[in-house]
T-cell receptor, first 117, second 108 residues
């Protein structure tokens, strides 16, 4: 079975450019999560969706970041304009969450390593 | 979600059991204990979870104290491939919040 698929795996861009990261969750999963990982801040939850609807975006750093999930099989995380401090590994994860039963088993993609010069 | 506390690092000899502790003294009755690990720069990987009872699967065992204020993840026969950062998370809502975890180094 295909896992969570992220693209691109590596992205190098210059400050001020727009960056779009993509994620295809596991088929049948109803929740999707975007995390960011840096040495300084560890793994941070940016935003998550349930049934394609954004539920909590309190972790999104600022207005330069936006995320969409137009359908159950695709999500994007966009940074515009990008800054050097956005350099990090961005992980997408999906799960089948059944509320109240504690089944928080997330399946993570391999990540997108972003470097902003 | 309850805060968890883990030692920053541990060592374990290959073939021996690795026992990773986690304190979650403020855990509430409906919060589960979840364990994940992250090998090198890969995405985190689910290991096991439990509520009150001890749990075992093909990867590990989870021992939760009777008062649920702490737990231990046990890798019965650690291998070099188990070298990773292990995260203990108290969870009952809809999102997983990762702490700093324990960096386990398995040596030959």
């Amino acid at each position: 079975d295909a896992g969570v698929i992220q693209s691109p795996r590596h992205e190098v861009t210059e400050m001020g450019q727009e960056v779009t990261l993509r994620c295809k969750p596991i088929s049948g999963h109803n929740s999707l999560f975007w995390y960011r990982q840096t040495m300084m801040r560890g793994l941070e939850l940016l935003i998550y969706f349930n049934n394609n609807v954004p539920i909590d975006d309190s972790g999104m750093p600022e207005d330069r970041f936006s995320a969409k999930m137009p359908n159950a099989s695709f999500s994007t995380l966009k940074i515009q304009p990008s800054e050097p401090r956005d350099s990090a590994v961005y992980f997408c994860a999906s799960s089948l969450v059944m509320w109240g039963t504690g089944t928080g088993e997330l399946f993570f993609g391999e990540g997108s390593r972003l470097t902003v010069l | 979600d309850a805060k968890t506390t883990q030692p920053p690092s541990m060592d374990c000899a290959e073939g021996r059991a690795a026992n990773l502790p986690c304190n979650h003294s403020t855990i509430s009755g409906n919060e589960y204990v979840y364990w994940y690990r992250q090998i090198h720069s890969q995405g985190p990987q689910y290991i096991i979870h439990g509520l009150k009872n001890n749990e075992t699967n093909e990867m590990a065992s989870l021992i939760i104290t009777e008062d649920r204020k702490s737990s231990t993840l046990i890798l019965p026969h650690a291998t070099l491939r188990d070298t990773a950062v292990y995260y203990c998370i108290a969870y009952n809502t809809d999102k997983l919040i990762f702490g700093t975890g324990t960096r386990l180094q398995v040596f030959p």
